[in-house]
């Protein structure tokens, strides 16, 4: 079958990669102190420091690699550490800068201002920046550490701060490098490029943004005028950082990629495990990555690298513009009983608006164990779950759940039997029936259950659209997608692990993180991926409820069900492969294609799958 062809679109000028030239770098150590991911990274004094995904900062010594100490700062994720003026500043999921003595680590100061998350922070002799998810540049004094002022020129969630000279930068999430002067704090320039930026850096006459699209975009000083992007070897650059001969950028690809400064020739390519690199920091001899997986990747610096001609530009396509995400309404039913099957399409229709992305990414249907789908359905208003099974024991039907709670069934114990479970947005709750309960994420969050390691237990997930947000419990946290994205995670690379992604309705883009973006799909459609080759692969798929369509990526194009009906694939039978099939919620009725139809829920219930 045709697998998912790669494609990275990426903006403006980008340099010709020449041969590979010497390698500098070797790994020299791995330090796995952290529970969670290595959010962020920096050295001073001797020391290194790791903003750690459980709340917690790590420091360890640069000469031996031995933890020094552990410093607790709060029960969310650090994003960001910084070192300035003797003092430890990170930054803190709870909106909070958290500030130790260098010396000592005793806790100097706790900076609250209850904005949103500090998703990066700065500072120098002067000032004391904090990045936000509430889009502000949040600034304090130094030594006084009095509150200045909050500069809210940002259109979106703000998720870099660096400072130098005349200016401060911030990195959007619009798209957007924001330059601030420092004289009066007024906005000097937007620099808008790529899809959306999670870092900026700054050193001499260049001005860095690390983006989403997989490039590094490369502006003049004091001009600011685009030189061009550096492309990654993946979906996106997570941090940039400069320093003597070198730029780094730390990508989602589990590699650090090093440039040559001065001709922007490819260098090298840090290999990080199995890890995506959060951040990267040069500091003395060493090269300092923070990852997902909890580990800090320490490479030592080589010699210098022979010089070799300046590079020639090749210019490619322009960026993809982002589009402006309308809201996403739940699908009106459908009052037909019966699905039709048609071999030719109809005439093209308006389309329906974008669905309710809550149903999409449930975790399990096999309730039984005997390796087929069940028919099941959950009903908000009273919690009820009617269960057929398809090994032909009795239909369950039990109550677990209450109005605005989300199902999230799966696998939770790798038995290979599914289990109820719901989300609670309004408190974070997570409850799997007769197994667990725990908070994990809150209002506005989408529930993303999957098997992300491939050791076949529903790992419980959070997608956060307004800020990007994926986290997985006990396992990760990183950035992908935003606002209007519909999560999609499925086993797009082979049998067991999902990978995460994305389909953006507005778009019609499809990006599986780390792996590919693919253009597949409009405003309107249903995401159903699913593994319908048969070969262990999730194929990328859309049902366009406006005519009946469903078309899977490299496969099949077929017209099956109508306006008002779910995508439901699953498989049904035992083969391997999923089938195509509807769910009506206005009759109950499950139609799978090829195989049967059958009434099991109806009005008030939602399809699970």
Request: glycine share 14%.
């Amino acid at each position: 079958m045709s697998r998912v062809k790669y494609l990275l679109v990426l903006p403006a000028l980008f340099f010709a990669v020449p041969a590979l030239r010497g390698a500098p770098f070797d790994l020299r150590a791995v330090l796995s102190d952290s529970t969670l991911s290595i959010n962020s990274v920096t050295a001073a004094g001797g020391r290194i420091f790791g903003a750690g995904g459980d709340g917690r900062l790590y420091v360890w010594s640069d000469s031996d690699f031995s933890l020094q100490s552990v410093l607790p700062a709060s029960s969310t994720y650090l994003n960001s550490v910084a070192v300035s003026g003797g003092s430890i500043l990170a930054g803190c999921s709870d909106g909070a800068v958290y500030l130790w003595n260098e010396s000592d680590f005793s806790l100097q100061s706790v900076l609250e201002l209850g904005g949103g998350p500090i998703y990066s922070v700065f500072a120098d002799g002067d000032y004391i920046c904090g990045a936000s998810g509430d889009s502000r540049l949040y600034i304090w004094d130094r030594p006084t550490l009095a509150f200045n002022r909050a500069l809210d020129d940002c259109e979106d969630v703000l998720n870099g701060v660096f400072g130098d000279g005349d200016y401060f930068y911030g990195a959007g999430e619009d798209g957007a490098v924001y330059v601030w002067s420092r004289a009066d704090f007024s906005l000097h320039r937007r620099l808008v490029a790529g899809e959306g930026f999670l870092a900026v850096f700054a050193d001499g006459d260049r001005l860095y943004g690390a983006n989403k699209d997989g490039g590094i975009y490369l502006w003049s000083r004091p001009g600011f005028v685009l030189q061009g992007v550096l492309a990654g070897p993946g979906d996106w650059i997570n941090s940039v950082y400069s320093r003597e001969r070198f730029i780094f950028g730390a990508t989602d690809d589990d590699l650090a990629r090093v440039w040559n400064r001065y001709d922007l020739f490819f260098t090298d390519d840090l290999a990080a495990g199995s890890d995506w690199l959060n951040s990267i920091f040069a500091g003395g001899d060493y090269i300092y990555g923070g990852s997902t997986g909890g580990n800090l990747y320490v490479w030592e610096q080589g010699p210098e690298p022979s010089p070799t001609p300046p590079p020639t530009v090749t210019p490619t396509s322009s960026p993809v513009p982002t589009a402006t995400v309308s809201p996403v309404p739940t699908v009106e039913p459908s009052p037909s009983p019966t699905a039709t099957a048609r071999a030719t399409p109809s005439p093209e229709v308006t389309s329906t608006p974008d669905p309710d992305p809550s149903w999409l990414v449930l975790g399990g249907n096999d309730y039984d164990g005997d390796g087929r789908a069940d028919l099941a359905v959950w009903n908000g208003q009273d919690g009820r779950w009617l269960i057929a099974h398809s090994s032909g024991q009795s239909p369950t039907v039990e109550y677990f759940g209450r109005p605005g709670d989300i199902p999230v069934p799966g696998d939770y114990l790798g038995e290979g039997i599914t289990h109820p479970g719901i989300f609670r947005p309004a408190t974070g709750l997570w409850a799997i029936r007769s197994i667990t309960r725990f908070y994990f994420g809150g209002g506005g969050d989408i529930p993303v259950p999957a098997n992300y390691t491939g050791d076949g237990v529903t790992d419980p997930g959070i997608f956060r659209p307004s800020a990007g947000l994926w986290a997985v419990k006990g396992l990760t946290r990183f950035y992908f997608g935003g606002a209007g994205d519909l999560p999609v995670p499925e086993t797009y690379t082979g049998p067991f692990a999902a990978r995460p992604a994305i389909f953006r309705p507005s778009a019609g883009l499809w990006a599986v993180r780390g792996l590919t973006r693919i253009y597949f799909g409009r405003s309107g459609d249903f995401p159903a991926p699913a593994g319908y080759g048969g070969d262990g692969y999730a194929d990328p798929a859309i049902f366009r409820p406006a005519d009946g369509l469903w078309a899977v990526k490299g496969l099949t194009r077929i017209y099956f069900g109508k306006a008002g009906d779910l995508p439901q694939p699953a498989d049904y039978s035992v083969s391997g492969r999923a089938s195509i099939s509807i769910y009506r919620p206005a009759t109950g009725l499950w139609a799978i294609r090829g195989l049967t139809r059958a009434y099991w829920g109806g009005p008030g219930y939602l399809p699970l799958r």
